[in-house]
């Protein structure tokens, strides 16, 4: 479980992962060493997952974002068939859903031939029946932040 000052530091590093322990520190009023701690303990519990860089995805050459719904002939499979799915270049996420389709993926490409590209590769794994392709014109909100808070909904 994590208390107050976990929070704080989640926030912090949420915010920017390069955060010094020591400015960390200075703004939850403790000691470096105590945040070192504190990270390693939230670390050791799974609850830090890990540090990544965030790139521009434009910058790197992939601006085309889709989300492809993919429905399945045997729900049976559909583990398996999201990791065939993950092992594609340019899928970023896999989420097994309810209601329409059964797999949601969330795809990066160059563009809408790559895309293709991507979508016929899907379309051979043989437990796939269907796919439902939707190309994102424009993103306000891309994030990976989570809201930190004890209180209980």
């Not at 719904?69 to 398996?80: T, W």
């Not at 293709?116 to 794994?125: A, F, G, H, K, V």
């Amino acid at each position: 479980m994590i208390d107050a000052i976990d929070e704080q530091i989640l926030t912090i590093l949420q915010e920017n992962a390069r955060t010094p322990n020591a400015e960390i520190a200075r703004h939850i009023g403790m000691t470096a060493s105590a945040i070192f701690e504190r990270i390693k303990k939230l670390e050791k519990q799974g609850i830090i997952k890990g540090y990544e860089v965030r790139l521009c995805p434009d910058r790197i050459g992939l601006p085309l974002l889709a989300f492809v719904l993919i429905s399945l002939n045997e729900i049976s499979k559909m583990h398996m068939t999201g990791k065939q799915i993950a092992e594609i270049p340019g899928v970023q996420e896999v989420h097994y859903i309810a209601g329409k389709g059964s797999i949601l993926a969330k795809i990066r490409t160059a563009g809408t031939l790559d895309l293709e590209r991507r979508l016929d590769q899907i379309n051979q794994i043989k437990n796939v029946s269907v796919t439902e392709t939707t190309i994102v014109l424009k993103t306000d909100l891309e994030s990976m932040s989570l809201p930190i808070s004890r209180e209980k909904n």
